[in-house]
């Protein structure tokens, strides 16, 4: 089997020779950053860089334009934010750094990160400007001054055809996850708003892949740029992969039985197609399981169900496309399933990477027909050691051992109220805890959107706590209760 050649778009881009990652130099400390900045960093429990940090704070600091690529979850985040952040003048009302993202989800988490790491620093304010809102609110606080910017491409370019933002003092441009900003079709969008900035700019692009768009994208508007890669490597041991040889006929019941067998708790399953996504979805459902499917086709408001469901603990199965499922962030991922292994190994790596995160371990487990061999050739060459081959056979449950089903541990109630309504964590947290008379054991994750909560509770106690927030009120006020269905009726 032959290696693929690599991408012949390269941009003229040094590559930065990997960094010797020991102790003193992930010190935060030695950047130059202001004391109030480091101090900062330090209550927010960052104590060191992350590899990405060490490998392309310095660069951007030292104002060169960075093509930079690593996982999700590898804290890019903060590694642009604390550039920008490093440049601003915050007795400047102007906007001097705008930050792309492809969806709102990812713009909020953003926003989120870069208002946390501004802490330091008084009133620099940091607004965000995403489709789906109206725009009015948004003309308006974009009349009482920004700073820093974060916004989807289309929405961005709305705003600079309305002339309602203004780029002319913009010192720095940065494109978070420029892979799937490209997947998402955004290229036309991307460069009418690097036309629309200062040619005397820092460009910091960031991306968890490098597909060929990067490159075309880069070398039209990137000066210079310095290139920053960081190979994935997986702690040894942490994930656990399996591979099963399985004909198509098997493929998606394999699935079940993968589920029944090693009865993770939050499993992702990927798929190469929507309609095989589709069919799994219908299989899993029938057999009992408490599955989601995340395709490009939701509104973002269903999309973010499924996401603070599975999040939750309430959903065991979430099913995806790689495309759907690039940028999530879960920090609980018990398995990773290829239903079908894909033909490149570099998202290979990137999915299972999903699984065995900080100090947990994770199963990896993929299906593999005769046909798809080659595949895994060059995954066993990108990982310089022969993987583990297993039987189907091995899952059939022994016929004396019946095991319960499997469920997920939480069961998700929607409140119908959120930031609008002046609803925070706490409130929901106090009323379960408090009148109704949970333990506080018993209450999961609880989220906030601008209309509704979603609140995770123990499985067994989910119709009770409906009744009983039913009944009581929140914030002194009664409150409309659901049970979020999950396919498992
Ligand atoms: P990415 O954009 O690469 O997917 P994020 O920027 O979202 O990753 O960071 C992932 C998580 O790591 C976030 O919860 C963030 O708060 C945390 N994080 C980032 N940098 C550090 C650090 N130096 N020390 C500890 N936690 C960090
Ligand atoms: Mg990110």
Redesign the pocket.
């Known amino acids: 089997m032959t290696q693929s050649p690599p991408a012949s778009s390269e941009p003229a881009a040094s590559v930065v020779p990997p960094v010797v990652l020991d102790a003193a130099n992930l010190s935060?400390a030695q950047l130059p950053l202001a004391p109030s900045t480091l101090a900062n960093?330090q209550q927010?429990?960052?104590?060191?860089?992350?590899p990405?940090?060490a490998a392309s704070l310095p660069l951007a600091l030292a104002g060169h334009d960075l093509i930079a690529q690593?996982?999700?979850?590898?804290?890019?985040?903060?590694?642009f934010a604390l550039s920008l952040l490093a440049k601003l003048n915050p007795r400047r009302f102007a906007v001097q750094a705008l930050v792309l993202c492809p969806t709102r989800e990812l713009a909020d988490?953003v926003t989120q990160?870069i208002r946390?790491l501004a802490r330091g620093e008084d009133n620099i304010k940091v607004l965000t400007l995403c489709g789906g809102s109206t725009m009015r609110p948004q003309i308006s606080s974009l009349e009482h001054g920004a700073h820093v910017v974060v916004g989807t491409p289309g929405r961005i370019m709305d705003h600079l055809q309305r002339e309602s933002l203004d780029l002319s003092a913009l010192d720095t441009l940065v494109l978070?996850?420029a892979d799937r900003m490209l997947d998402m079709g955004f290229f036309d969008d991307i460069v009418f708003v690097a036309k629309a900035c200062p040619k005397a700019r820092q460009t910091l692009l960031?991306s968890?892949t490098y597909p060929e768009g990067i490159g075309k994208l880069s070398q039209q508007f990137l000066r210079q740029p310095q290139r920053i890669t960081l190979p994935e490597q997986h702690e040894a041991g942490k994930i656990r992969q399996r591979f099963y040889e399985v004909d198509s006929a098997q493929r998606l019941s394999a699935v079940g039985l993968l589920l029944k067998h090693y009865r993770p708790v939050s499993t992702l399953a990927f798929c190469n197609t929507r309609q095989q996504c589709r069919d799994l979805l219908q299989l899993l459902r029938a057999e009992g399981f408490v599955a989601l499917a995340l395709h490009g086709e939701l509104e973002q408001r269903e999309r973010d169900q499924v996401l603070i469901q599975f999040a939750n603990r309430s959903c065991s199965v979430l099913v995806a496309t790689d495309v759907a499922a690039r940028?999530l962030?879960i920090d609980q991922l018990e398995a990773v399933i290829n239903v079908d292994v894909t033909p490149d190994t570099e998202i290979h790596v990137h999915r299972i990477g999903r699984t065995g995160r900080v100090d947990q371990a994770g199963w990896a487990f993929s299906l593999v027909s005769g046909n798809q061999m080659a595949r895994v050739d060059n995954i066993e060459k990108a990982l310089g050691h022969e993987i583990e081959w297993h039987l189907l056979s091995e899952l059939q449950a022994s016929p004396g051992q019946r095991q319960p089903p499997l469920m997920p541990p939480m069961v998700t109630l929607l409140i119908l109220g959120g930031r609008k309504e002046k609803i925070r964590p706490g409130d929901v947290l106090g009323a379960l805890t408090g009148e109704a008379g949970f333990s506080k054991e018993q209450v999961g994750k609880i989220n906030v959107t601008d209309t509704s909560t979603y609140v995770a509770v123990a499985r067994g106690i989910a119709r009770e706590a409906l009744r009983k927030l039913s009944a009581g009120s929140i914030k002194g006020k009664k409150v409309k209760v659901h049970l979020l269905q999950d396919g498992a009726g």
């Open positions: 935060f960093l927010l429990g960052y104590l060191q860089m992350t990405i940090q690593a996982k999700t979850g590898s804290g890019k985040t903060a590694a988490q990160e946390r978070d996850e960031f968890a940028g962030d």
